[in-house]
């Protein structure tokens, strides 16, 4: 029989067990060398053994002296900040954004472009940006060790492609694939909603949930579902097409061919459309239908909702009341959820702001009072701290967890 010490079963150990002095400096820095042995029940000559290789290997940092406890002041460890970045892409935003991220997910240099759905035109700008950031000077002497991206639609996560996209009208497009070929460094694609329930799980709120549901409101509406630490896919990696949940019975026709979606009632698309068509309702049919499908196309330019959602944090009546009936909507849908998911965590997050208090505190209210009171007592409903960074916060934690997860 093989003994635990040795071959290749020393060397796993030995992966492991940095990979926990790694996750515990990470999760706890500040943090001693005898805490961390606390943390981690390994001996103190062990960690003093792995320390040393982490900061040779510059990813830890020691960052001055804490408490003494009788002796030496024990010296204070963190992940080191500047020596790694990585980039992060989001094109699951109104526009594609990408960021130069330290460790901490903290964003120090960011890059614009128009999102348009030709994927000749898409794809150069998504590599120009890409080359913008990964080039300024805010990278100084670091080294860049990852490209993470997230997309809306279903992806093949073990190859990075987008099977289907309806928001981009993206099918088949091997988005990793492409990207790696143009960059040296590794690259990683991930879904929307799962990147942003990772981005929460690292930087965010629900560092210490398991039961977790991410609802993203953008242009559409998906949720990320974390159930006992695991993400739920579904059996075919479909699961969280909430904003395709049928919550009107006759309503207006959905982009997906069905009647009544979620996400006909609350997305910022939703919010923009009645915004247009009640400022219409005065003028005769035929121009309001005009304007209404002028309205749409500058809604996908994704813009105009946000217009709407500033109008109602001034107070304006008109566009409070547009906002408050979408939030109505999305209450009644995340009461659902709590009911058949019974989760202790709700992060609204996606494209919507923390600022958006009209529509936020509207969907909280009616979520809490159709709740059933068992699981509604116990779930906590937050919103995102990151607003319209949490796409490319989750893309920044899709490269870290690799590159710390295989140091
Ligand atoms: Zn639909």
Known sequence: ???AASGSNSVEIGKRNRHLVLDVIRTHEPVSRSEIARLTGLTPAT????????QKDRLVEEIG???STGGR???LLQLARNSRLAIAVDLAATELMVALTNVKGEILRRSKREIVTEIAVMVPRILDAIQEVMTCPEVGGATIVGIGVTTPGLIDQATGTIIKSVRLDWYHVPLKSIVQRHFE???FVGKDTTTAILGEQWYGAARHANNLIYVWVGTGIAVGILLDGRVYAGATGMAGEFGHTSIEWNG???????EGCLEGLASLEAIATKAASRALSEEDAVTREKLASETRARVDARVEPFAVLDAACTGDPRACEI???????????????????????????????PKDKEFIDTAI???KSRVLPEPGSSVTITVSDFGQDAGLIGAAALVWREVLGSS
């Open 1 to 3: 029989m093989k003994s």
């Open 65 to 67: 002296l804490g408490q």
């Open 323 to 353: 906002v408050r009936e979408a939030g109505r909507h999305l209450g009644v849908g995340i009461a659902n959820l709590i009911n058949l998911f019974n989760p202790e965590h709700i992060v609204i997050g996606g494209q919507i702001r």
């Open 47 to 54: 960690i003093t053994n792995i320390v040393g290789k982490l």
């Open 185 to 187: 460094v590794p690259v």
């Open 365 to 367: 209210e009616v979520a």
């Open 73 to 75: 002041k024990p010296g």
């Open 252 to 258: 207006a026709r959905c982009r997906c061919g069905n």
